[in-house]
């Protein structure tokens, strides 16, 4: 059984910093798609940061592209979110999630890809 499970998150001010982890069990992160998504309250869920297929390849959303970084330590079987650079707009809950079949790079982008989703920490960021 595949588990995700995020953390991490917290309340800082703007301009701070927090690292979000995503610990995978059940599952190889390698060689697969996994990504960072994130719901504001009355909003859709966006993504904001992808890793693809390969291992290495990265991309962010163009609202937190210069500030938050996706990486993998697939000996751990761990996701990670570095946000540095906060801002009270990126307040929202974050969600760890991760395709169980090898997806071409082209696609990881779509969250329809995305098979497994962990349940989310909460991140707060004041003015």
């Known amino acids: 059984q595949v588990r995700l499970v995020e953390s991490g998150g917290g309340s800082v001010q703007s301009g701070g910093s927090l690292r979000l982890s995503c610990a995978a069990s059940?599952?190889?992160?390698?060689?697969?798609?996994m990504a960072w998504f994130r719901q504001a309250p009355g909003k859709e869920r966006e993504g904001v940061a992808y890793?693809?297929?390969?291992?290495?390849?990265?991309s962010v959303a163009d609202s937190v592209k210069g500030r938050f970084t996706i990486s993998r330590d697939n000996a751990a079987n761990t996701l990670y979110l570095q946000m540095d650079s906060l801002k009270p707009e990126d307040t929202a809950m974050y969600y760890c999630a991760a395709a169980a079949d090898f997806v071409y790079d082209y696609r990881c982008q779509s969250r329809a890809q995305y098979d497994y989703w962990g349940q989310g920490t909460q991140v707060t960021v004041s003015s």
């Open positions: 890793i693809y297929s390969g291992g290495s390849a990265t």
């Open positions: 059940g599952y190889t992160a390698s060689r697969r798609c």
